[in-house]
């Protein structure tokens, strides 16, 4: 127990142990999570995991960013900036969620998610905002970004699984990417088509994708 949540309990501060709980509560469901993977693995093998080639349109997106303290703290912030952009940006139909990751999960980094508004960029002001949609719709703008999401070619993943079991296809999806000479270069992009509000864990389909380029 660090010494200044010791000094607190000493000093009979009220929930000086919130904190220490709610650390040791997080990484009881970090290793569960990576248990649960470990057995699949020891009882399935490795997955075999297709991988193909797709191409993606420009898509006009509602950008919302928190900060993840490192691999462990994925899931939270990424719940996070799910909650603020369907907060932020109410969608008039099913939401189109991003989740945009880096290659490497330093032990501190920016997670982004984004909701898609729209596809290409034609109607889209200077300042980042689409004439049609974006100011006339009356959102206020402070806690997210207009962005434009690029198109192209993306090596592409499908999972099937768990959200804490992603790591197992993105981790085939990169090596897919190596063995081709295709360099790795994010963020990588998880595309939500299941809602894990009305789907079962092991049914969330997730679609992985890394942007690709000319080989060197």
Known sequence: MPLPVVAAVLSGAPGALDDVR?????????????LAALERVMVEGLPA???RVVAEPARSVAVVREVAAGAADVSRATSA???????????????????????????????????????GSSERHPSGRNASGWEASGWDA????AELLPGGEFACATHVGPYDQIPLT?????AWCAERGHPLRGPIREV?????????????????????EERP
């Open 22 to 34: 709610a650390e040791h509560e997080a990484e009881l469901v970090r290793r569960r999570s990576a």
């Open 49 to 51: 995991t297709p991988v």
């Open 81 to 119: 900036a799910v909650a603020r952009v369907l907060r932020e940006v109410p969608p008039t139909g099913p939401p189109e969620l991003i989740g945009l990751f880096p290659v490497e999960l330093d032990d501190a980094f920016e997670v982004r998610v984004a909701l898609v508004v729209g596809r």
């Open 142 to 145: 402070s806690g997210w970004d």
């Open 170 to 174: 993105v981790h085939a999806l990169l």
């Open 192 to 212: 939500y088509v299941s809602d894990p509000a009305t789907t079962e864990p092991d049914r969330l389909v997730t679609h992985l994708m890394i942007p690709l």
